[in-house]
C-alpha cells in the first residue's frame, strides 16, 4: 500500500499530481496523471481546465529543481521534492530507507 511515509518506493506511473514549484515557471500549476516516468522526467498528461478529461500532450517535467504534489489513493495529498527522486525508477523502487524530500502536506 502506498503511504506518504513509502511513496518514494512506489511506481508514480497513474497518480494524480500537481506541479507546485519548477525550475520552469511555465511548469508551475500543471495539474493531470503521471503516464511515464524516467530518470530525469516524470511525463504528465495535464486535465483540461474545465474538465476531467484530459489535455491532448503531455507535458515533461524535470524533477530536478521540481516540487510535486501527489494524489495518493486514498485520497492524502504528500509533497514530494524532485531532487529526492531523480534517479531512474527501477532503482528508486529498490531504495529502501529513504526518506529525503517527502512531506505530508495535511490538506
Not at 519548477?22 to 516516468?37: A, K, Q
Not at 500532450?57 to 521540481?66: A, E, F, I, R
Request: one cysteine or more; aromatic letters at 4%.
Amino acid at each position: 500500500m502506498i503511504t506518504a511515509e513509502n511513496i518514494i518506493h512506489h511506481e508514480f506511473i497513474g497518480l494524480e499530481v500537481l506541479v507546485i514549484a519548477s525550475s520552469n515557471p511555465t511548469l508551475t500549476s500543471i495539474f493531470g496523471h503521471i503516464i511515464d516516468e524516467t530518470k530525469q522526467m516524470l511525463v504528465i498528461q495535464p486535465y483540461n481546465e474545465n474538465s476531467s478529461k484530459c489535455h491532448p500532450k503531455p507535458k515533461n517535467v524535470s524533477k530536478k529543481g521540481s516540487v510535486f504534489r501527489f494524489t495518493l489513493p486514498d485520497g492524502e495529498l504528500v509533497d514530494v521534492d524532485g531532487d529526492a527522486i531523480c534517479t531512474a525508477p527501477h532503482r528508486r523502487i529498490g531504495m529502501r530507507g529513504v526518506k529525503l524530500g517527502v512531506s505530508c502536506t495535511g490538506l
